[in-house]
Structures are given as C-alpha cells and as structure tokens.
DNA sequence: TTAATAAACGTTATATTATAACACTATGTT
DNA sequence: AACATAGTGTTATAATATAACGTTTATTAA
C-alpha cells in the first residue's frame, strides 16, 4: 500500500548527495555540490530539504543544522526520531530501536500535552574515537 | 557539598532575562533587550550563553535556536534534558521525569557507542493549544 | 602583595544558516 | 481550455553564530 513518491527534479539530486554522503552535510555545503548541476541558490536547497524532510527521506540532526538520509525503511513519515552522534568524529547514525520508540512514543506528560513527535540525540565517543 | 555558583556580570544579565521570561529566547532578542545595560554585541551574548550552558543553569532548544531556563534543581550539568514544545504557541516545558531519563541514561547503542548525553524533544499541541 | 594565570569583557568584522518575495514553468485536474 | 498546485530560478536580506584582537578584572600561588 505503499506509496511510491516520485520527486522533482532537484529533491533527486539533493537526496541523491545525502544518501552517498558518509555523514551529515550542511545545506551550504549541498549547495556547493550541486553548482555544477544548475543549481544556484540556498533556495533551492532549502526547499528540496523540506520537501524530504516532510517525505520522511531525510532528518535533521538540529544540534547540528545538518541532514543525514533515513536509513530506517520504517520512517516514511518521521515522527520518532533517534541518533547518535559522535562528538569527535562528527559521525551521526540513526538508532531504529522498537523498544524506544514505543516506550517514547507512548510517553505522556503529566501536564496534558499528547505528543506527534520526538527528536532525540545522544552524544559520546563512537567506537574508533574512543 | 553543592557549590554555589558565582555568574559574571554579562552571565547574570542574560541569566536574569531568560529566567523571567515566559517562553523560550533568541539570542538576539536576549541582545535587543540589554543594550541598555551597555551589552551591544551578540559575542557578549553567546559568551554568556555558553558559559551558563556549561554550568546547566539553562538549555538550548535545538530546533527552535532558543534559550530556556532550567528548570529542575538536579541537572547542574545538563547530560540528560527533555522537553515538550508547543507546536502552536511556541511554549517549551521541561520535562523531569525520573524513570525517563534513568530509561535513556541506560540505554546503550548496539554499535558500541556509550553516551554521555542525550536531548529529547517531543511535539505536539499543548493544553491551551488543543 | 605582587607576579602570573585564567576568565571575562568590549569591539569590529565576518561567516554561516535560513527566509522573503516575485515572476515563471510544468503538471495535473475538472 | 481554464484553473489549481507544486516546483523552479533569482535577487535580496534576515537571523544565527563565530573569529580575532586587545583590554580589564578576578583568582591563585610564590
């Protein structure tokens, strides 16, 4: 049942950077990439970025204005997010845990407020930087 | 065994203004609001910032690049912060719920990563706004 | 108590991240 | 065809954050 989105031309190529990137890239330095493809204006990145962040194909790391692509096939639709992320390295890895999801999914505050969505991230030292 | 904490002139000004306010601020609104006390530069700001960060008398809201106050007497440094923000009216709470944040402290990512820290941030509509 | 060291300050300049606004183009409905 | 919707390209500018440098104040330790 699952929707095959289909996206525009420069959505393609901004995704296209992201997936073959090997960590977070910075909008700016998207844009850089992409000159040689017609691509001019932050614009034009930013746009893209929203577009896939809505889709669910990419997140932002916010502790970091970057963006990582979605490697949990689970997340069309990203409402429960997690990463961990290296303060050395820079390295960020998306955590598709079920067992946190659910337990944060189905947190619920004292004081009345029913939550759509999280964002969590976890800072250390990776393996190699340990 | 708690050492108090003496803040610097520019450190308690900014301290002052976050802990009055109702919601979370920007830096640079933090900045309009003191150059009458002869603070006229955002590095004064973020200086300050910084440096009231490190102690864990306030948090940076990461998706929102704002600054609020903390709230809970036992994060004198900030390894474990939660909050839930308003989708609609901006409003931020902290969250400081024992079980929680003794759940993530413990979690352990597969890849051999120990955290250190961790930032949760849920979404949703708040009380007022639902 | 003074010399040394560290922390904070003030300032100018600039880098980085992100959006506004407007006109145009492609695509897909009714 | 007429209309709506999503995407594009472009210029300009807003908002967020840091670099670099010299000075001042506070702390510490000889």
């Not at 977070?24 to 493809?37: C, D, H, R």
């Amino acid at each position: 049942m699952t929707q095959v989105q289909i996206l525009s031309r420069n959505q393609q190529i901004v995704l296209d950077i992201i997936e073959k990137a090997k960590g977070p890239l910075k909008a700016y330095s998207i844009l850089f990439n992409v000159q040689k493809k017609g691509i001019n204006a932050p614009q034009q990145i930013y746009r893209a970025l929203d577009k896939l962040i809505e889709m669910g194909k990419i997140h932002k790391i916010e502790s970091k204005n970057a963006f990582v692509a979605c490697r949990s096939s689970d997340c069309e639709i990203s409402k429960a997010t997690a990463f961990s992320i290296c303060e050395s390295c820079e390295m960020v890895d998306e955590i598709s845990d079920a067992k946190l999801s659910k337990y944060l999914s189905s947190f619920n505050h004292k004081k009345g407020m029913k939550f759509k969505r999280f964002n969590l991230e976890f800072f250390g030292l990776c393996k190699k930087c340990k």
